[in-house]
């Protein structure tokens, strides 16, 4: 974020400096979710459960720089028109899918407090929070469409990453399934 403001205040940004922070502000949520998501498996490699203290944190500082990647399309790239996102909504397929996924991580953001967990229950809260695997698949898919064939290698990236991830967590979901029925 630094880097960026410090781009911006000395005329470091391209000629296209709202293109330029949507694009740094959604890279940095994509990378920030996959952080978050690299904790659990890393700490069932490691055992370094401290690790799980930041998770929220990192969850956090992701939908903080969604805020900014959508703020700026709302506000420098559509000036606040809802008929004219709306219309962007339906049809361009890459702004449905990050929509999507935005509205997804809402009720994330909102229920990131110890009292929230409190309030939903442990379970119910987790079984909420697992709505982060859609997102993230969204954003990934967002980015995707969003660069239309151009260079597919950086949001391929990013897939293969969550590809791993999400398969580290296979034994985990299994085990707990088979305890369920145990």
């Known amino acids: ?51 799980i203290r930041y998770r929220r944190m990192i969850g956090l500082v992701a939908f903080a720089y969604l805020c900014l990647h959508f703020c700026t399309y709302l506000v420098f790239d559509q000036f606040f028109d809802v ?10 397929r890459y702004i449905t899918a990050g929509f ?6 809402i009720p994330l953001a909102v229920t990131s407090t110890t009292g929230w967990i ?7 809260w987790a079984r909420l929070h697992r709505l982060v695997y859609v997102a993230t ?3 990934i898919v967002h ?10 290698r950086e ?10 991830l999400l398969a580290a967590r296979v034994p985990g979901w299994l085990n707990a399934r088979a305890a369920r029925r145990a």
Not at 143 to 149: A, I, L, M, N, S
């Open 1 to 51: 974020m630094a880097v960026l403001l410090w781009r911006a205040f000395t005329g470091g940004l391209s000629v296209n400096p709202i293109a330029d922070i949507t694009d740094v502000a959604g890279i940095w949520t994509l990378r920030f979710l996959l952080i978050g998501l690299t904790i659990t498996p890393l700490r069932r490699l490691t055992g370094w459960n401290s690790l």
């Open 83 to 92: 008929a004219a996102i709306w219309d962007d909504v339906a049809k361009r």
């Open 100 to 105: 999507a996924g935005f509205v997804l991580l």
């Open 118 to 124: 409190r309030r939903l229950g442990g379970r119910r």
């Open 137 to 139: 698949a969204l954003g």
């Open 143 to 152: 980015f995707t469409w969003q660069v239309r064939g151009a260079d597919l």
């Open 155 to 164: 949001p391929l990236a990013y897939a293969a990453v969550f590809a791993v």
